[in-house]
């Protein structure tokens, strides 16, 4: 049976986190630079719908795309690496699975047949697999399969891509993503964990056509030609993935590896023009060597895992590279900060961002570093709730009202700031009821943020239930807080600014979910910029 999309499925094997998303997408950009039309989607094993609802201690940022899919965040790297937006239809769990299935036997549509997980479960997620591909707008879907070869919760999935390789022979590959360790005693690399993982995925029914082996140090050929031999795959397939300083080498890496050759010709595929990644290596260059450093404080309440706040890091790094800047994040807790340590924690700061987030966590020590950084002229971006402390925190200094808050927090509050939107009121569903997705933004001409884009409107991507309360908004621009960018239809106020600062800005939206390699946010260019020294 032959199909126009090709599919290739990216597994994992040994152990989790060994950068499943960064291969998916680096293999992404290699074909695309060679003229194919590419997307990546991945298939996550937990019970969750989505990941709106989980720790991000646990799973790290919650990714929102433009059609407001609450999401994983492999999907940033999709987007960053392609420069291409991805949809609800990118992101699927067991959970969005089981609830499709079992609404579908609600309605009747299984005509009394039991339904199991083969074949019901595996033509669920098969189908979903193909629905990028069916649109027609793509040569080849990248789908990546979360958690470890050997996991009970994968095993569906596994056995979707063992049907698939079946029905669609000549337009499906696997790629299995390995580790090959070294044993510092013994002074080896050893290539047992790697046969091991092969055969549980062999066991399952499915023989990959590449292995990709993260590894410390260089494999040689005769460790290539081992694992080659005792994985059934051809030596040219064995793909020395080493540790490298970024993310960003990986696709040149990969590219030094002939990765999207074999898989062009293990495809069938004609290898059409070349992947010179000309764009991506101009930004590395200037990501590796800058002319300027510049010290921004990133105070949040998940600094523990700092792939809470992902897309905002790599935003950082994007701007830098555009500033030809380094940027040397310093992480500080929200929740260590007080007023006695105020001045040790931003002190020697060029810039301050302060984070997005839920709850009353954490949220006095935001407070303080808002208030010295407005204090102290500090170049400040406030993303959502990082915004909505700028305007607590101002009420409370600059308009005297000590009791402002966001009802959020303090429902009974004198002076409710910052409150839940109107059409939240009713709602007492968690997951995937917020206002998510793209809204559009009018920008006041002459501001901070229309000179960052240098557009009168725009399109960014929201995740929040409440919103600056426009009772207030009279005093607070009299006072000096101006709102420069809303919402035209609704009047919501999605920016403000002090414009007598050097470079004060709080965006309700979040545009760090728009910065790409390719295409840096321009209000995370405009803030790297303003914390540059002079």
Same mark, same amino acid.
């Given at each position: ?130 629905? &990028? ?49 070294? &044993? ?24 990959? /056509? ?42 040149? &890496? ?10 062009? /010709? ?22 590796? $060597? ?76 935001? &407070? ?85 884009? $240098? ?69 995370? $260019? ?9």
């Amino acid at each position: 049976m032959s199909n126009s999309t090709k599919y290739i499925f990216v597994t994992g094997g040994v152990t989790s986190s060994l950068g499943k998303g960064i291969i998916s997408a680096s293999l992404a950009k290699l074909l695309q630079e060679r003229g194919f039309s590419v997307t990546i989607q991945k298939l996550d094993p937990y019970i969750n719908v989505d990941p709106g609802t989980l720790n991000p201690y646990e799973h790290g940022e919650c990714f929102v795309t433009n059609d407001g899919a609450e999401t994983d965040l492999d999907l940033g790297h999709y987007e960053r690496f392609l420069n291409v937006p991805t949809s609800q239809a990118n992101n699927v769990t067991t959970g969005r699975i089981y609830q499709s299935v079992i609404e579908k036997e609600r309605k009747g549509e299984f005509l009394g047949k039991t339904v199991q997980i083969i074949p019901h479960i595996t033509d669920e997620i098969k189908e979903r697999i193909q629905i &990028l591909g069916k649109s027609g707008d793509y040569d080849i879907v990248i789908t990546e399969i979360g958690g470890t070869v050997g996991d009970i919760e994968s095993l569906p999935y596994v056995e979707a891509v063992r049907q698939m390789l079946w029905e669609f022979t000549d337009d499906c590959l696997v790629i299995h993503l390995t580790l090959v360790p070294f &044993l510092a005693a013994s002074g080896e690399l050893k290539t047992k964990p790697t046969q091991h993982s092969v055969k549980a995925l062999l066991e399952l029914g499915v023989q990959p /056509h590449i292995l990709v082996c993260r590894t410390e140090h260089h494999l040689d050929m005769t460790i290539r030609k081992k694992i080659a031999k005792f994985c059934n795959v051809h030596v040219n397939a064995v793909i020395e993935s080493i540790d490298a300083n970024t993310i960003y080498e990986v696709p040149v &890496l990969m590219q030094e590896e002939e990765l999207d050759k074999v898989v062009l /010709h293990k495809l069938g595929l004609p290898t059409k023009g070349t992947a010179e990644l000309i764009e991506w290596k101009k930004f590395l260059d200037r990501f590796q $060597n800058p002319k300027s450093e510049v010290k921004i404080g990133l105070v949040g309440k998940y600094i523990e895992l700092k792939d809470s706040y992902k897309s905002i890091a790599e935003a950082l790094i994007h701007a830098g590279a555009h500033n030809e800047c380094k940027v040397d994040i310093k992480w500080i807790h929200s929740e260590s900060i007080s007023p006695a340590n105020i001045e040790e924690n931003m002190n020697g700061l060029d810039g301050v961002l302060v984070a997005p987030g839920f709850g009353s966590r954490g949220i006095k020590g935001k &407070l303080h570093a808002v208030q010295y950084a407005r204090e102290n002229d500090i170049p400040f971006l406030g993303i959502c709730l990082g915004m909505q402390c700028a305007v607590i925190e101002f009420a409370r200094h600059e308009l005297g009202w000590s009791d402002a808050h966001t009802t959020e927090i303090s429902e009974d509050c004198a002076y409710p700031v910052i409150d839940i939107m109107e059409e939240q009121k009713g709602i007492t569903d968690m997951g995937g009821t917020m206002r998510l997705g793209a809204y559009k933004c009018k920008l006041m001409e002459g501001s901070k943020i229309a000179d960052a884009y $240098n557009e009168e409107t725009i399109y960014e991507r929201h995740r929040h239930r409440f919103e600056f309360n426009n009772k207030y908004l009279e005093e607070f621009e009299k006072a000096g807080m101006i709102a420069t960018g809303k919402n035209p239809e609704t009047g919501l106020v999605e920016v403000v600014e002090i414009p007598n600062l050097k470079w004060f800005v709080g965006a309700q939206f979040h545009p760090e979910y728009k910065s790409t390699v390719e295409k840096p946010h321009p209000l995370f $260019n405009a803030f790297v910029k303003a914390s540059m020294p002079k």
